[in-house]
């Protein structure tokens, strides 16, 4: 199928399934994956990934960008223990209790330690969009887009120590080198830091120099796709080098940056349909039954762990009520960085 019309057909759909959807009070993200589920592998077929590969990492970025922005210095202070425990416990919960879970299933421990670390990490896009629907603020909008932005950086540091550790377990006579194996993650991660860190800093500078939206809006898209780019050129966190991007430029230029944030708000819809229909059209809902007890026994275990660390980690650093109570459901979607 031409692609323009592809794209089209998509947008449209998409659209249709989120209003649909909106009417009986279901967020409009569902709608989006439904619809690719029906043009993907699972029904018509006419969605490829490779397709619309590129969507993937625009919407990542903008996602990563958007986290940034609305993480206020001040807000970060007042809920800054809050957050590094949470953060801690929720991955960590959801690693241990699918470790073990696993484990015990199988017999295997190699087997529990990767799917373990594969359950450390949460997927931002599906929950930033919905908080993005509804226009929430506060206590804890703000924990969760901190939680879920740092959250990927925890899942590499675990899953690097995990695959050494399986590694010397499945296959003894590999020598395996704790220390080499997290040098990747901690490379990923600082890298992503640090080019993040420096084209914030330049966009900071060059924004007031654009007034017009439209201007506002090209500057913005340069400036994520470039950090889109050197992410992948250098094999760093696609999302943390944009989040960094947006944190820096969302302190230092504050008032700027709420104005540029009404600007993207407008570009974001059709990249976002396009990303969760590309969500959708990867399922094939027909190898469902396939993953068994297994399955099902990952998907209790790590809800129960994200729900439980977020909870206990609210709870120890005397998090605001709200927080413990719902924070933890914000923490279930799952992608990313466990795909890659």
């Not at 359950?119 to 226009?135: H, I, M």
């Not at 040098?183 to 654009?210: K, T, Y």
């Not at 500057?219 to 966190?237: W, Y």
Request: hydrophobic residues 55%; contains cysteine; positive net charge.
């Amino acid at each position: 199928m031409d692609l323009l019309l592809l794209i089209g057909i998509t947008l449209l759909l998409g659209q249709v399934g989120a209003g649909l959807l909106r009417r009986i009070k279901v967020p409009q993200v569902v709608g989006y994956i439904l619809m690719g589920v029906l043009l993907g592998k699972s029904a018509l077929n006419w969605i490829r990934p490779e397709t619309l590969a590129g969507v993937t990492s625009i919407a990542l970025g903008l996602i990563g960008f958007t986290i940034g922005s609305q993480l206020y210095f001040p807000q970060l202070a007042k809920l800054g223990k809050s957050i590094l425990y949470i953060s801690m416990l929720e991955a960590s919960g959801a690693f241990f209790l699918v470790w073990f879970s696993v484990w015990a299933l199988t017999g295997e421990v190699y087997q529990g330690l990767v799917f373990g670390a594969l359950a450390s990490a949460t997927a931002p896009a599906a929950t930033v969009d919905v908080l993005e629907e509804y226009k929430c603020r506060g206590d804890l909008t703000t924990t969760i887009l901190a939680v879920v932005g740092i959250d990927d950086g925890i899942a590499l540091i675990i899953y690097g120590i995990a695959e050494s550790f399986s590694k010397v377990l499945f296959m003894p006579e590999v020598n395996q080198n704790l220390f080499v194996s997290l040098f990747e993650p901690v490379r990923e991660i600082g890298g992503s830091i640090i080019v993040g860190a420096l084209l914030g800093l330049v966009f900071s500078r060059i924004l007031r120099f654009f007034g017009q939206k439209s201007e506002r809006l090209s500057v913005t898209l340069a400036i994520v796709f470039v950090g889109c780019g050197l992410a992948e050129q250098f094999h760093l966190s696609l999302i943390m080098t944009n989040m960094v991007i947006g944190l820096v430029v969302g302190n230092l230029v504050p008032r700027e940056v709420r104005r540029l944030n009404e600007v993207v708000t407008g570009f974001t819809p059709p990249i976002y349909i396009l990303f969760f229909a590309l969500v959708g059209a990867r399922l094939d809902v027909r190898l469902l039954p396939v993953m068994g007890v297994l399955g099902i026994v990952y998907i209790i275990a790590r809800a129960a762990g994200k729900f439980g660390g977020a909870y206990l980690g609210a709870v120890i650093s005397h998090a605001p009520v709200v927080v413990r109570r719902y924070l933890g459901l914000a923490l279930f979607s799952q992608a990313g960085v466990v795909i890659g």
